[in-house]
């Protein structure tokens, strides 16, 4: 069974940094578009980050772009959110998930996803 | 970007009603639709891809329809486990992008 585990989130001050990682197990991992998916308290879901299977193409939300990056490193099955200037507004739960066709070129939907972790900017 | 819009916001329905929500695209995305259904506390689990596509292991009681910008997720006899929220998300551009919920009430 696919299995993502994030780890990382916590309390930050607003201008801090944060690394968010994704474990994954059960599939082979170097074979998929993987994304980070972020939920507000009480609000909907908001895509953030997109990274393809060899890490040639990363794509990001204009509200991230420049401070946070997305990477993986296939050797680990992980899936990485490095946050910097974090602000007020990036508050939320942040999910890892997985797109559903192996080897694609192209990121589609989220087929599977992780329990998420929490993210607080704070002061 | 594209928006997404849903309505209703929020549906009140009882156990055995056949239940429609409808999500709208600003611009045509083909049939690159996903439906999402979320649970208090819980991570969002696909039901529907390309518009129509029913996920494996979800029940048959849910379907979706429509191409271009008009999208239907229908539940054809709702039961008490279907208390949830919905979000449609198009996959044509980017930045990829969800509605903004439809809770269900039973």
């Known amino acids: 069974e696919v299995q993502l585990v994030e780890s990382g989130g916590g309390l930050v001050q607003p201008g801090g940094s944060l690394r968010l990682s994704c474990a994954a197990s059960?599939?082979?991992?170097?074979?998929?578009?993987m994304s980070w998916v972020r939920q507000a308290p009480g609000k909907g879901l908001e895509w953030v980050a997109y990274?393809?299977?060899?890490?040639?193409?990363?794509y990001y939300v204009d509200s991230v772009k420049g401070r946070f990056t997305i990477s993986r490193d296939n050797a680990q099955n992980s899936l990485s959110l490095q946050m910097n200037s974090l602000r007020a507004e990036d508050t939320a739960v942040y999910f890892c998930?997985?797109?559903?066709?192996?080897?694609?070129?192209?990121?589609?939907?989220?087929?599977?996803w992780g329990q998420g972790t929490l993210v607080t900017v704070s002061s | 970007d594209i928006q997404m819009t849903q309505s209703p916001s929020t549906l009140s329905a009882s156990v055995g009603d056949r239940v429609t929500i409808t999500c709208r695209a600003s611009?045509?995305?083909?049939?690159?639709l996903a439906w999402y259904q979320q649970k208090p506390g819980k991570a969002p689990k696909l039901l529907i891809y390309?518009?129509?596509s029913l996920e494996s292991g979800v029940p048959s009681r849910f379907s979706g329809s429509g191409s271009g910008t008009e999208f239907t997720l229908t539940i054809s006899s709702l039961q008490p486990d279907d208390l949830a929220t919905y979000y449609c998300?198009?996959?044509?551009?980017?930045?990829?992008?969800f509605g903004q919920g439809t809770k269900v009430e039973i």
């Open positions: 998930a997985r797109d559903p066709v192996e080897g694609s070129h192209w990121a589609e939907y989220f087929q599977h």
């Open positions: 998300q198009q996959y044509s551009n980017y930045p990829r992008t």
């Open positions: 390309k518009a129509s």
């Open positions: 059960a599939f082979t991992f170097s074979s998929y578009w």
């Open positions: 990274i393809k299977h060899d890490g040639s193409e990363k």
């Open positions: 611009q045509s995305i083909s049939s690159w």
